[in-house]
Every structure is written in structure tokens, then in C-alpha cells.
């Protein structure tokens, strides 16, 4: 019954200036929307930020300007769902059953939008494993409780034994998930995304992930993604780029570096995305790329966990999926 999913993928490197990345992005994104057949008009509302990644952002939204371009010259209504870190009171409860996380809060905007278009910058994650559609989905439509609810009990923690007050972790973050009270840092559970760049920034080790909570929050990103994508079925897109990271990537260098250039790729399926792109990862560099996924805890972990979890609950086709590629 189930028949693989299509996965639009121009292979690109960083030598790609951004008029070829942003054409072969619009190109991808066209041949989604000939595939799914949406009508002209449904209003979609986007998502194209980078999370936690705001020092990259220009050259992303020069990658993706042309493809909202796109979007409105076909006579889309676009909208923005609320950025990462936005407070947000309104989220709207979905109930999810067979998950591990059985009611979801969505925003009410990514909840209530008629379609969705999901753009993100592929990565591994020490705590989500693959950051592909699956995570970008979850991240970008959970309300602010939902948020607060995926990163419950996986935040990092800080050794106040080891911690020397330098206040990098502080400075970095995007999110102002951390603060200095005059002697430490100190975690700010109600804002802290639990993205992990403080770790790689605190040159004492007092950052740390607490053990296992990388498989709890894949589990939650699964059933987040979930319950998204049911209540718009055949009405999302999905782009992904993973070009330059090493250069564009504002910190954990040795994490992004584990990654080779992809390219762009484009998809109705963000279940199929992320499994397209951990095949074109294992082509590229062996199955030794998942090491980057969890450089504490080795490549045992599965980092596509989150992506089976989603697929088990209707998100996508779990099947491997058909990689066209676009010259
Ligand atoms: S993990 Fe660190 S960098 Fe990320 S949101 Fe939390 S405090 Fe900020
Ligand atoms: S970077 Fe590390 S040592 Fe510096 S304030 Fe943050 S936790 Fe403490």
C-alpha cells in the first residue's frame, strides 16, 4: 500500500555561490508543489529560520528569498510562524495516540495554517540526533509550552563546582537560556532550547547533557512532527540545504565538519527528507557520519529515532525513499 516517497536533491558544495543554491532550491521546491498539486491559492505559513544559528542567517535567507519569490508568484498567501524563542500563550492541544507523548501543544498558527513550508539547515545534534525535517517540524510548530515541554529534563546542567564564571555560554546564546548571577551560569529552563552550542563554547566541561536524555527528546520530536503533519496531509514542504557548514556554522565546528555538502533537497515528506539524507550522508562518508550525531555517547545511538517515531505515527513513508536528482 505504501509506495516510496519522492525526494528532490541538487547536489551542490560550498563553492556554490548563492544565485545557483537559492535557483536549485526554487527549482526543488517547484517540482514538490507539481507533484502534490496544491491549489494556487492555499495560504502557507513558513518557517526558515535557522535555529539557534542567527549568525547564519543572512546567508540563509539568501538562499531562501527567491523561493518565497516563488511561492507568491504562484499566488500563495504567505505567512511566518512565530520564530523559536517567541512567547506564545495560544498553543492548541492535539491529542496523539500510540505515542509516548500523548497530547502535543501546537501554536495556534502552525496549528490552524492551511499549508506549511518548512525550511532548515541539515545537521547532527548530540542530544536530536539527524537535525532534519523531522526535528526542524517539531521546533518550528510546538507552542511555547511545547517547546518547554520537548526540552523538559534534557536541558544541559552546569557544575557550579566547575563552572568558572567566564559567561561565554551566556554571550552565545541566542536564546537567553542561560544567565550570569554574579559568580556562575545558570540555566534558564523556561527559555533554553537545549540546542547544546554552550557546550561546545564552555572551555571548563561545567556544560553537560544529562545521559539519555537525547532518546526521550527524539521520542517527543517524533510525536511533535506527528501531529503537524496528520492535520495537513499533502500540504507541506519541505527544503533542507547542507552546503558550507564548517565555514557558516557559528560554532561546534568539529560537529558540522562530520558532515559532508549535500546540496539542497526538497520533499512533501519530511519522514522521506531525512531518510534520503542519511543515505546520501552514508554514500558520502560511511556510517561513520552518525558519530557527529552524539560525539559523547559514540555512534551507537540511533540518530534517525526521531524520524522512525514520526514515521511510526503517520508522518511520512518510512520506506527508502526514490532520490531524484535535479542538475
Ligand atoms: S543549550 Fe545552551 S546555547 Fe542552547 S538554548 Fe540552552 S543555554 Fe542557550
Ligand atoms: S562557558 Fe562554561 S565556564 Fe563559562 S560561564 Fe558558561 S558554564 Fe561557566
Redesign the pocket.
Known sequence: MNRPATVYHAPLTAAADAETVSGRAARLVDAVLRDLDLPHDLPLAYHLQDH?RRRAEEQFLGWTVPVLDGLRQRGHALTTLAPAAAPQGDGVGVPLQDAAVPFVSLARDAHDAPGLLIGLRLGCHPRSGLAGAVRATALACASADGKRALQQGV??RIERTVCGGCGM?VT??G?D??RHNGHVAV?RPET????????AECHTGALKFPAGGGDVLQERLGAYAAAVVRGKPGRGVWLAFLLGEPLHRAVNLARAAALPDLGVMAAADPVALDLAAAALLEAAAGPGWAAGCDPDHGPARDPLAAVREAARLGAGVALAPRIVTVG
Open positions: 539557534n536541558q544541559p555560554c552565545l546564546c536564546n537560556g542561560v540555566i533554553c532550547l537545549a540546542c547544546g552550542d554552550c557546550l
